[in-house]
């Protein structure tokens, strides 16, 4: 029996309370609307709004500035050190997509929805996170507003919550936690191989003067689909079309298998594994065309229809990664025209330092970057075990 059955068997055999959330927490409730006969009002901590803080900034990088995305650090001046806190809160912020965040340590803030424990021999600060987040999609139908979303607040606090014995939660607790730091250390991992990875490629790929040098234009004939007109497409079903706003990602919309098949006997249409290439929008993002049935918007989306007896596509797509692009930029919208590309230089080694150039980098690439192997594999499995649990812990029988 694990530490945490022993527990629930020896202190809630019978069950837990479950209790709304503003029973048992103190909102910082500055600039908020609630309902006071819940809670009293309370103010915490400090509250500066992002903009007075950006105006703070000095060299001490030892302060956290809590704000709605607590991605920024800033320190702050001699004057308003009186209000750095020490201290623990679970915020949930406004101005964007719903979410939940724990931080305990020195820090000023301008979130205004944060929350402690009102006992923390009763409610544990970090089980109040995990709870919440563990409750995040009902949470995010509580957001509202028509530009900036922010929570209803009063829904939030009425939330329905169990509330175990405070050794139950802490081991609880102990248990998430260690799902959590396993999956940072992974997600640190993956940040160093991709340097590394980022590293060899380039290091693979300069040569200086020792090899050929020729332009894509040399290599091979810049290449796009047909055009569609925006009445040949539908959102519902038939062959993927793909707009820029959707390269590389889930398709919107669709043509007809017989449209499909009369423009792709007619007229340009790349090979399987040929690299497509986006000429706007996220310039120079590249996919390998993976041969299934799927149309590419014209000059948006290209190619370089390249003979692999003189360059490897695969060699191609490595190359395409070093952004060796010159981009234009005298008209309205960045973009890469035909003449940018075909201008743009490559070095061309032997197709046999090609294949052995390919081969190392394909490893880095499957370890960064593959879903289904590698540490990306690793860090989406442990999330989904992560949640599984999370899902499993916070279900507790009711006391009656």
């Not at 704000?67 to 806190?85: A, G, L, P």
Request: proline share 4%.
């Amino acid at each position: 029996m694990s530490r945490l059955a022993k527990l629930i068997k020896t202190l809630c055999p019978n069950g837990v309370d479950y209790v709304p959330l503003w029973s048992v927490t103190i909102w910082d409730k500055k600039f908020m609307n609630v309902d006071r006969r819940k809670q009293s009002a309370v103010i915490k901590y400090h509250y500066f709004f992002a903009d007075e803080l950006k105006s703070l900034i000095v060299p001490d990088g030892d302060i956290k500035v809590l704000t709605t995305s607590t991605t920024d650090f800033y320190t702050v001046e001699d004057h308003v050190r009186s209000y750095i806190s020490n201290g623990e809160v679970v915020a949930i912020p406004g101005g964007g997509n719903a979410n939940i965040q724990y931080y305990k340590g020195k820090f000023v803030t301008s979130d205004n929805r944060i929350a402690t424990s009102s006992d923390i021999n009763i409610l544990d600060n970090k089980y109040l996170y995990y709870v919440l987040e563990n409750r995040l999609e009902e949470i995010s139908n509580f957001y509202r507003g028509s530009g900036i979303k922010h929570p209803n607040m009063s829904k939030v606090l009425d939330l329905i919550i169990p509330l175990p014995p405070i050794e139950v939660q802490r081991e609880i607790v102990r248990i998430l936690d260690s799902f959590t730091k396993y999956t940072v250390l992974l997600k640190k991992e993956l940040v160093l191989r991709k340097k590394q990875y980022a590293y060899y490629r380039d290091m693979l790929l300069d040569f200086g003067d020792d090899v050929e040098w020729k332009t894509l234009g040399e290599i091979g004939k810049v290449s796009m689909c047909k055009r569609i007109m925006k009445h040949q497409t539908n959102s519902e079903s038939g062959v993927p079309f793909f707009k820029i706003g959707t390269f590389g990602k889930k398709p919107d919309s669709y043509i007809s298998f017989k449209l499909f098949n009369e423009y792709k006997q007619k007229y340009s249409y790349p090979k399987k594994g040929d690299i497509l290439i986006s000429a706007s929008g996220t310039i120079g993002r590249t996919v390998i065309f993976d041969g299934n049935p799927a149309y590419f918007q014209d000059s948006n989306i290209v190619w370089i229809d390249n003979n692999e007896k003189i360059v490897l596509n695969k060699y191609l797509y490595y190359f395409y990664m070093t952004n060796p692009w010159k981009i234009s930029e005298g008209g309205t919208i960045a973009r890469l025209y035909n003449d940018n590309l075909e201008k743009t230089e490559i070095p061309i080694p032997p197709i046999e330092k090609q294949k052995k150039i390919v081969k190392i980098l394909d490893k880095f690439n499957l370890l960064c970057n593959d879903l289904t192997n590698g540490l990306p594999a690793e860090i989406n499995a442990r999330q989904k075990q992560y949640e599984y649990y999370r899902d499993k812990l916070f279900t507790f029988k009711e006391l009656k």
